[in-house]
């Protein structure tokens, strides 16, 4: 990557083909690239690897979520120097050293949702860091982001028409924003425990002005009350490894979902970070886990790590972003 202009080798939508593009024809995502550049130049190679192998069609993907974080930067204190600030946090001072106790031990570090809170969620100031380094991960590493293109641009669009759907913990409320975009939705409502991550995901959604009205609430999945089927579709994307019994979040989710519903799950497998307390060993692991909550496994993808074939991510337990799309049955 030299000056303004970056040209990288990405694949076809319908071959499997390389074909050199411009990163200019994604303005948004050169001006986030360009940003992290200037921040943290020795990560050029990395970025390179990582857009080179995409799809057209995940870098499409791509270019919305950039353009999403750079209006989110309007909302951080130091805007987009601070978020790509943060994002080079996440890697090297959050990911890295617990990647190391995992290489070491075979297991992430804490096991219960207790040490997590004490360590990540009640500190403020880290909490903020680290979910602002997280949107631009959903950018940058390529299991993040084509796992995002699975759901935009094809669990979405295959829903049937009028549609209403719960996302369980949307965080910076992206899976919302493509939700509300599909011309099918009929409602779109957002769960979440914190108050204050129900405050950021509406200021987040507020910015790019839905042209469908998006339910925000307080609330948690284990105290929702008496269950009743009113969604066809609900989303868990990277709240499973935060739980220490997975399979009874997804149980209680799914007994929100009409019969033949779906909920799409995503769940990163081999993935040290200092919140994450339940480990998946495997895409297998994922769906197992869908299955045990009464769910029937409709459809399952893995992606791994940025640099990584899907056999190298298993053999050397490499992270992986393992997509599961679980049904309800029907009677």
Request: proline share 5%; charged share 20%; hydrophobic share 45%.
């Amino acid at each position: 990557m030299n000056g303004h202009i970056i040209s990288i080798n990405i694949k076809t939508l319908d071959k499997d083909v390389a074909e050199v593009i411009d990163l200019t024809d994604y303005p948004a995502l050169l001006a986030l690239v360009s940003a992290v550049r200037t921040n943290w130049s020795d990560h050029t190679d990395y970025i390179e690897k990582s857009l080179a192998g995409r799809l057209a069609v995940e870098m499409e993907t791509s270019e919305e979520i950039a353009a999403f974080a750079l209006k989110l930067a309007a909302l951080v204190n130091g805007g987009l120097d601070q978020l790509c600030s943060d994002y080079r946090f996440l890697c090297e001072a959050i990911v890295l050293p617990e990647e190391i106790y995992f290489r070491r031990h075979g297991k992430y570090r804490l096991a219960s949702f207790a040490d997590a809170n004490r360590e990540c969620y009640a500190n403020a100031p880290y909490m903020t860091r680290y979910m602002n380094g997280l949107l631009i991960s959903n950018i940058l590493w390529n299991n993040h982001a084509r796992a995002i293109t699975s759901y935009a641009r094809d669990y979405l669009p295959k829903l049937k028409r009028g549609f209403d759907l719960l996302e369980i913990g949307p965080g910076h409320g992206l899976f919302l924003y493509f939700a509300a975009r599909q011309r099918g939705a009929s409602t779109i409502t957002g769960w979440d425990v914190s108050p204050t991550s129900v405050e950021q995901t509406s200021r987040a959604l507020r910015l790019f002005g839905m042209n469908r009205p998006v339910t925000l609430v307080l609330q948690n999945v284990f105290e929702a009350g008496e269950a009743t089927p009113r969604f066809d579709a609900i989303v868990m994307s990277e709240i499973l490894e935060h739980l220490e019994d997975p399979v009874k979040a997804l149980r209680a989710a799914a007994a929100w979902l009409r019969p033949g519903g779906t909920i799409w799950v995503n769940v990163p497998a081999n993935s040290p970070a200092p919140d994450h307390i339940y480990l998946v060993d495997d895409p297998e692991h994922a769906c197992d886990l869908v299955r045990a909550a009464g769910l029937e496994v409709r459809d399952s993808h893995a992606f791994p790590m940025t640099g990584a074939t899907l056999e190298k991510a298993l053999s050397r337990k490499l992270a992986i972003s393992c997509v599961v799309v679980g049904r309800k049955p029907v009677t």
